[in-house]
DNA sequence: TATTGTTATACTCTATAACTATA
DNA sequence: TATAGTTATAGAGTATAACAATA
């Protein structure tokens, strides 16, 4: 008989199980975060995204966030609306359109993000230095086997 | 000076992307499993959930998926109007609705849902049963930081 | 009074594909 | 022809709160 070095036949629900949960679990303590601030977390996402830059085009934030180009058209509209950013055709190429943050997303991104990251990092603090490593490891490693 | 034992100032930031590449990566992959089914992933998380039993309250089909009721009704109405599943008024309890698969949804329960897990499984059996294991261990100690 | 599920409101995001302007 | 972004289409899910039926 020959020995599996593979993971086991179903042991890997209970793993599957503990990714979509741990994810859940982020993705709503995540978005505990944005309240009061009016931002959904797309648009958190894209705000952050552009702070501390000169301004990105549509394909550069569809990249960064994973929002497809017809759904960031209207993310961004709502962001427009809010007086957050505006568009500015770029002069070298037409076609693209820059997106900056005006004046007063520049001050909800620097009121908001390091506030998001130190809520977030005090979940983190209670990792241990080895325990962070091994976490960074392990999603790397799934992070492949998916791609 | 004292040596910090818990994890390092901004360390935590490219674990965090790890994990939402992780997560994406993995959710990307299981939407396409559901390619030519007609079902979004909350319809089949909703089925896979009532697969094997004998019918679900909405509040227990609720707890399990993380759906909330109020959008559980709309995807329950979806998956009734393509004669998946049927309400069932409780005997016990008339303010409960039972929700159960029809034969239409247990066949097609009984087609996706190995399929589906097979499909799956071949991206975890590229992990060494050690590996596994420590993906399992990392998943579990996010989830309880975040809960 | 409390609970279960429904309904209504109002958005927000999603994918997809056709379309416009520009290169 | 190819690319960047917009628009149109058609869902689908979200939170929230008021509501009806039942307990």
Redesign the interface.
């Known amino acids: 008989m020959i020995t599996a070095?593979?993971?086991?036949k179903q042991?890997?629900?209970?793993?599957?199980r503990?990714?979509v949960?741990?994810?859940?679990?982020?993705a709503?303590?995540d978005a505990n975060g944005y309240q009061g601030t009016g931002l959904t977390v797309p648009q958190a996402d894209v705000l952050f995204t552009l702070g501390n830059t000169a301004g990105l085009s549509f394909k550069e934030i569809g990249e960064s966030t994973?929002i497809t180009k017809g759904t960031l058209t209207g993310v961004i509209d709502r962001l427009e609306d809010k007086s957050l950013v505006k568009r500015r055709v770029s002069n070298e190429d037409r076609r693209v359109t820059k997106v900056v943050l005006t004046k007063k997303g520049m001050r909800l991104f620097e009121e908001v993000f390091p506030r998001q990251?130190s809520y977030?990092?005090k979940?983190?603090?209670?990792?241990?230095?080895a325990?962070?490593a091994?976490?960074?490891?392990?999603?790397?490693?799934?992070?492949t086997?998916?791609?």
């Open positions: 070095s593979n993971a086991a042991d890997f629900l209970p793993v599957l503990e990714l949960r741990a994810y859940q679990a982020f709503s303590f994973l990251i977030i990092k979940r983190f603090d209670l990792l241990s230095k325990e962070l091994a976490i960074k490891k392990s999603l790397h490693r799934l992070h086997i998916f791609s």
